[in-house]
């Protein structure tokens, strides 16, 4: 995205969100993945992942996480296949319009879904997001038996692209499609994985986690998001 789109953005998306009360939103801490109990899932994994350019690998030499936890789980269901279906530039538009059919007609057992970065990025109203996110995970759990895995959205507000003059802005909105995004996954009963933590606390002291673009993870980057969400995956797949 352009960051002339995201300055844009951000300033609208704060008004709405200041209209709309959202100024006291809780963070990602609250994220519900910890108690799910083991599962187990015999054979092979059919993997359909759904997401954005971090599902994608841009700005990695060697995969983004979706790529980097196929090879783990391969590793422990040998015979596993993965579509990966992430785009870059990718909102949650995109995935009901253009991911979300090919990913069902897949007959997945396991799906992941990383969205909502670039929803911020062009203007997204919580509203709009929150309609596109429900539809997404009532059709999945509607049209397929699959375990769902959702990333909530990192804080890459300490990107070197962003300008510091928005980044505390840019942070404040991130916290609050995070709590959207976590409230309907909980509806629908389905695990998030809190990348939101994780990066809030490390990148702003870790550049070497972005890469040479500036936004985008780096093989670092994203090395550490696959190390951190692989216990979450193996628990929900029995690995």
Request: charged share 20%; hydrophobic share 40%.
């Amino acid at each position: 995205m352009k960051i002339q789109v995201v300055i844009f953005a951000l300033t609208v998306v704060s008004l709405m969100m200041l209209a709309a009360g959202c100024g006291s939103q809780k963070q990602s801490a609250d994220v519900h993945q910890e108690d799910t109990p083991r599962k187990f899932m015999p054979g092979p994994i059919n993997y359909v992942a759904l997401g954005d350019s971090t599902g994608a690998g841009v700005g990695a030499r060697n995969g983004g996480y979706v790529a980097r936890l196929f090879k783990r789980i391969e590793a422990k269901k040998p015979g596993s296949t993965l579509a990966n279906l992430c785009v870059s530039g990718a909102t949650t538009d995109d995935v009901l319009n253009r991911q979300l059919e090919q990913g069902i007609d897949r007959r997945p057992n396991l799906v992941t879904l990383g969205i909502g970065i670039n929803d911020i990025g062009h203007g997204f109203s919580l509203e709009r997001f929150s309609k596109n996110y429900d539809e997404i995970l009532r059709r999945l759990k509607h049209d397929t038996t699959a375990a769902i895995v959702v990333t909530n959205i990192p804080d890459i507000s300490s990107a070197p692209r962003i300008p510091s003059s928005v980044r505390s802005q840019y942070q404040q909105t991130i916290i609050a499609f995070n709590q959207t995004l976590e409230e309907i996954a909980a509806r629908h009963g389905v695990e998030v994985f809190d990348v939101y933590t994780s990066t809030h606390e490390q990148l702003p002291s870790r550049p070497e986690l972005f890469s040479a673009d500036g936004f985008h993870p780096s093989d670092k980057g994203y090395e550490l998001w696959e190390e951190l969400m692989w216990p979450t995956i193996a628990r929900t797949i029995g690995a």
